[in-house]
């Protein structure tokens, strides 16, 4: 084996990626995050790919191949077809060295996306391989709220958490908040948390143009909920708050625009929406392009983020960091990211709700002018802060 093949100063996974571009899925936030990953690290990094039986370190030439595969298939437009048969290419040329197993030679693994850390004899392979571990760690919410998310997922979750704690030379958190809930998961355990750092994740700019046309009439104040249709968003909540407002208010009520694909243990919510008469003042619009989205964030009153439960939480700040109000639940995590900008209110109170978003669709609101003040010195996380405290963090262990 040459040296060449093996000399990357970094190994990178890529597992949950391909997959991803495979199936043709819309990016969530940790698949933009991999793929912040994927841009900055590629130019020094061989791929990881982990498979149940077997994990690999790419070559370098077959690593480079598969990067530039993955970042083009990630672009907007971008063919699911043209991925599968770039990727079916590069496996029928570099297919017979996936045999071979390469030296992790010390390096760092740096592993952004929870993907396959679950599969048993994983430990083994890490010990077998001299890699050494750094977990970007999204979240424990599989854990900590089980009925949110699939079947199984709290037990494949731990074992995730489990192989990160037990394997790992580093980990990253996206929060403290995230933090503090491995470090209760790992003394609940009875293990040590590995050195750990936390390095908040940079955001997309929304392309929202105040001063363009307005795509919905004048007279219709709007509210937005962004995100997949699953339990811990919270659907539920806001459409029996809407259901309320509606039998108080009417006409005069404000519009519920729900952009995301439907997911997951939400069919209470889907019901609701299949066979209730909103009269039109809740639209379901499933997922939308870059374009669209921000017409209709543009001329909203706030973006509603009623969540159980988030790691990060990446479209509060993408929102705050365009300009755009946000009405959220009072989690710890979004004080942390965000402070005193946002409405930040409980769960507990469906009224307080109601009346917030009351103030907030009048015309002249001095409620919501306060938030749009406050928005004035808000100072969203970038990747370049992201990357130099990974780097930084590297450099300590």
């Not at 061989?46 to 598969?66: D, G, K, N, T």
């Not at 936390?198 to 007279?219: C, F, I, M």
């Amino acid at each position: 084996m040459s040296d060449k093949e093996n000399s990357a100063p970094l190994l990178l996974d890529v597992t949950r990626l391909i997959w991803r571009r495979w199936e043709g899925v819309r990016p969530t936030g940790i698949d933009r995050i991999c793929d912040a990953w994927l841009e900055h690290f590629a130019p020094r990094s061989q791929a990881v790919i982990i498979m149940r039986r077997r994990q690999i370190i790419l070559p370098l030439r077959a690593s480079q191949a598969l990067f530039a595969a993955l970042i083009a298939g990630g672009r907007a437009g971008a063919s699911v077809a043209t991925f599968r048969r770039d990727l079916i290419l590069i496996a029928l040329r570099w297919g017979w060295r996936l045999l071979r197993t390469l030296d992790g030679k010390g390096r760092y693994w740096l592993n952004p996306g929870h993907t396959g850390l679950h599969i048993p004899g994983l430990a083994a392979w890490v010990r077998q391989s001299d890699v050494r571990p750094v977990y970007l760690i999204h979240d424990l919410i599989p854990i900590t709220h089980p009925e949110t998310c699939r079947a199984g997922e709290d037990a494949k979750h731990t074992a995730r958490m489990l192989t990160a704690l037990q394997t790992g030379a580093g980990i990253i958190a996206n929060s403290q908040d995230t933090l503090d809930t491995l470090a209760n998961f790992a003394s609940g355990h009875g293990l040590p948390l590995p050195p750990a750092c936390v390095a908040w994740p940079g955001y997309e700019r929304l392309q929202v143009e105040p001063d363009a046309a307005p795509s919905s009439p004048p007279h219709t104040a709007t509210f937005v909920i962004l995100g997949t249709i699953e339990g811990r968003k919270n659907h539920a909540f806001l459409l029996s708050v809407w259901r309320r407002m509606l039998a108080d208010l009417g006409a005069q009520c404000p519009q519920l625009i729900i952009i995301g694909r439907r997911g997951w243990q939400a069919d209470d919510v889907f019901a609701t929406l299949d066979t209730h008469d909103f009269q039109g003042k809740v639209v379901e619009m499933g997922a939308l392009d870059d374009a669209a989205l921000a017409s209709i964030l543009r001329d909203a009153r706030a973006l509603l983020f009623p969540s159980l439960a988030e790691g990060f939480g990446m479209p509060l700040i993408e929102a705050l960091a365009a300009g755009i109000p946000v009405i959220a639940s009072d989690l710890a995590v979004f004080r942390e990211i965000a402070g005193d900008v946002p409405e930040l209110l409980s769960l507990d109170d469906p009224i307080a709700w109601m009346a917030v978003v009351n103030d907030y669709a009048r015309k002249g609101s001095s409620r919501r002018a306060s938030q749009v003040e406050r928005l004035g010195v808000f100072r969203a996380p970038d990747w370049r802060d992201h990357f130099a405290r990974v780097y930084a963090f590297l450099e300590t262990l």
